[in-house]
Each structure stands twice: as structure tokens, then as C-alpha cells.
């Protein structure tokens, strides 16, 4: 009899933690599901080490509560159940670690203290040396000025002195001067410089215009239940990560194949390119990964 009260008490206890553990539930239900450790990982983006911390409980590698409870989401939203009595039940571990803010600022480094005493007197030194220099230039631009202004006054100055000691000039003389000048043959204007006819802009070489776009294809989503789901098309750019809502429909465009992953593969309808796609062949237990379109199929 006492050891049957025993036992009892022991499944309780175990059930009473699997209820409080959120780590336990998740592994409980990846087993089900018959996913490797190596699978989540993949599918969660994160390190075959992590989700074993996740379902062991083993919270302290992890920098802090927010990136905890961002993992339980992404693997209860895998899993295809419900994220909330994951949170509850790690909040109530009562576990709290550093903060995000408080790591983020513990690895900026401080400033420097700067001797203000140093920093004045370089700056006085820098200012005397800025004036000096203005001054100097100012004062070569006025001297130069007056150079040119008293070299100007002598050269008009000789001009007139030499005008008014020419001796004076005969009427025979100036008469013989005009004849002479109206003798002498005028000078041909200089004709216009006539400047090239405009060319005609050549027209664009045939083939030489550019690219036209590439063509994408679509894909097609519509949701019966909830499910995660993750797509990325050839060009590496990751099209869909979320969890797609029971009811809702997504059009998506890329380039062709598409790596697809989905986390309850039988809730989700694919279209690709207007065709219905059948994506049973490729589920294992609820979760489905697979490539459409190219090679893929």
C-alpha cells in the first residue's frame, strides 16, 4: 500500500513539473511529432545547443528573458500549439537575467576625460596664430595696392610731361600725316568663324536597349488552421517568416525554386503560378519541408 501512495505521489510530482516546465512540454511534443533536435534547429534558425537548453530548462546561456520567451514562441508556433502556457509557465520560474539595455550599455565603451586646462591653452595658441596670418595677408593686399596706384600716377604723369615738350607740329606736316592715312589700304574685317552644323544625335544601336525586368513567380498561400511557416526564394530573400493565421491568404512573388518549410503542413493550400500544388508526399508528422518550382518541381 505504501508503495502504490508512492508511486501516485511521484507521477503527480512529474506531471505537476511537466505543467510548470515549459522546456519539458516542447521536447514531449517534438518526440510526438518524430523531429529531431537537428530539425528544430534548422527550422528555428538557432543552434542544435539552444534547443537543447530550451528543453532542459536551461535558461542561463541565454542573455536575457526576452530572447527566452522569442524562442518559446518560434518553437510552439513549429510545434503547431499553443505559446501561451509556455510564457506562463516560464514566468512563473521566477527567473530574471541582465537586461538588454543593461548589456548593450556595459559593452559601450566611456569617453575619455579630456584636460580642459590643455585643450584652452591650444586653443589661445591656434587664435594668435589664425590673426597673424590674416594680418600678414591683409597687409601685403594694401601695400600691393599702393604700389600699383603710385605706378599708374608716374606712368600718366610721364605721359603728359613727354606731351607737353613735343615741339609743335606744321600745317604741312598734318596735311601730309591725313593724306597718308586715307592712302593706306583698309584692313580686311576678319571674317566670321562659321561654326560646324550641328549633328544629328545618332540613333540607339538595335539590341542595345536596357534589360527588361525578370518575369517571378508566384506562390499562393491560403491558411485552414495556424502554422509557421518559413520561405525563401532562389535569390536568398526570404519571402515569408511568420505564423500564418487560420483564414488568412498570402501572395508571394520570387524568383523560382522555393525553399519551403511548413510547421502544420496540412492546414496550408499552395498555388504556384495559378496550378494547385500537392504538398503531401513531402509531410512528416504535420511538418513539411520541401523545394518548389526550377529542379525542385
Given at each position: 500500500?505504501a508503495?502504490?501512495?508512492t508511486?501516485?505521489?511521484?507521477?503527480?510530482?512529474?506531471e505537476?513539473?511537466?505543467g510548470r516546465l515549459?522546456?519539458?512540454?516542447?521536447?514531449?511534443?517534438?518526440?510526438q511529432r518524430?523531429?529531431?533536435?537537428?530539425?528544430?534547429a534548422a527550422a528555428?534558425?538557432l543552434?542544435?545547443?539552444?534547443?537543447?537548453?530550451l528543453?532542459e530548462?536551461?535558461?542561463k546561456?541565454?542573455?536575457?528573458?526576452?530572447?527566452?520567451?522569442?524562442?518559446?514562441?518560434?518553437y510552439a508556433?513549429?510545434?503547431?500549439?499553443?505559446e501561451a502556457?509556455l510564457?506562463?509557465?516560464?514566468?512563473n520560474?521566477?527567473l530574471?537575467?541582465?537586461?538588454l539595455?543593461?548589456e548593450?550599455?556595459?559593452?559601450?565603451p566611456?569617453p575619455?576625460?579630456i584636460?580642459?586646462?590643455?585643450?584652452?591653452?591650444?586653443?589661445?595658441?591656434?587664435g594668435?596664430?589664425?590673426l597673424?596670418?590674416?594680418w600678414?595677408f591683409?597687409?601685403?593686399?594694401?601695400?600691393?595696392?599702393v604700389?600699383q596706384?603710385a605706378?599708374?600716377?608716374?606712368?600718366?604723369?610721364?605721359?603728359?610731361?613727354?606731351f607737353?615738350h613735343?615741339?609743335p607740329?606744321?600745317?604741312?606736316?598734318a596735311?601730309?600725316?591725313l593724306?597718308m592715312?586715307?592712302?593706306?589700304p583698309?584692313?580686311?574685317?576678319?571674317?566670321?568663324?562659321?561654326s560646324?552644323?550641328?549633328?544629328a544625335a545618332?540613333?540607339?544601336e538595335?539590341?542595345l536597349?536596357?534589360?527588361p525586368?525578370?518575369?517571378?513567380?508566384r506562390?499562393?498561400?491560403?491558411?485552414?488552421?495556424?502554422?509557421?511557416?518559413?520561405?525563401t526564394?532562389?535569390?536568398?530573400?526570404?519571402?515569408?517568416?511568420?505564423?500564418?493565421?487560420?483564414?488568412?491568404s498570402?501572395?508571394?512573388?520570387g524568383?523560382?525554386?522555393f525553399d519551403?518549410?511548413?510547421g502544420?503542413?496540412?492546414a496550408?493550400q499552395i498555388e504556384?503560378?495559378?496550378?494547385?500544388?500537392?504538398?503531401?508526399?513531402f509531410?512528416?508528422?504535420n511538418?513539411?519541408?520541401f523545394?518548389?518550382g526550377?529542379?525542385g518541381?
Amino acid at each position: 500500500m505504501a508503495n502504490i501512495v508512492t508511486d501516485i505521489e511521484e507521477v503527480s510530482v512529474e506531471e505537476d513539473n511537466r505543467g510548470r516546465l515549459p522546456g519539458l512540454r516542447l521536447r514531449e511534443v517534438r518526440e510526438q511529432r518524430g523531429l529531431s533536435v537537428a530539425d528544430v534547429a534548422a527550422a528555428l534558425l538557432l543552434t542544435e545547443e539552444q534547443i537543447r537548453a530550451l528543453e532542459e530548462n536551461d535558461f542561463k546561456q541565454f542573455p536575457a528573458p526576452l530572447f527566452i520567451r522569442a524562442y518559446l514562441r518560434k518553437y510552439a508556433a513549429l510545434l503547431s500549439i499553443p505559446e501561451a502556457p509556455l510564457i506562463d509557465a516560464f514566468e512563473n520560474m521566477g527567473l530574471e537575467g541582465p537586461s538588454l539595455q543593461a548589456e548593450l550599455t556595459s559593452s559601450i565603451p566611456r569617453p575619455r576625460r579630456i584636460n580642459l586646462e590643455l585643450s584652452a591653452g591650444i586653443l589661445v595658441v591656434v587664435g594668435v596664430l589664425i590673426l597673424a596670418l590674416v594680418w600678414l595677408f591683409a597687409g601685403d593686399r594694401d601695400e600691393e595696392a599702393v604700389v600699383q596706384s603710385a605706378s599708374s600716377t608716374q606712368i600718366a604723369g610721364s605721359d603728359e610731361e613727354s606731351f607737353l615738350h613735343e615741339p609743335p607740329v606744321s600745317l604741312q606736316e598734318a596735311a601730309a600725316a591725313l593724306d597718308m592715312e586715307d592712302s593706306a589700304p583698309a584692313e580686311e574685317a576678319p571674317q566670321a568663324v562659321q561654326s560646324p552644323p550641328p549633328q544629328a544625335a545618332s540613333a540607339p544601336e538595335p539590341g542595345l536597349g536596357t534589360a527588361p525586368a525578370p518575369v517571378l513567380d508566384r506562390l499562393l498561400l491560403q491558411f485552414n488552421d495556424d502554422s509557421w511557416v518559413e520561405i525563401t526564394d532562389a535569390r536568398g530573400e526570404r519571402l515569408f517568416f511568420d505564423l500564418g493565421r487560420a483564414g488568412q491568404s498570402r501572395l508571394l512573388e520570387g524568383e523560382a525554386p522555393f525553399d519551403i518549410l511548413l510547421g502544420n503542413a496540412p492546414a496550408v493550400q499552395i498555388e504556384y503560378n495559378g496550378e494547385p500544388y500537392n504538398h503531401k508526399r513531402f509531410n512528416r508528422k504535420n511538418v513539411a519541408r520541401f523545394k518548389l518550382g526550377g529542379e525542385g518541381g
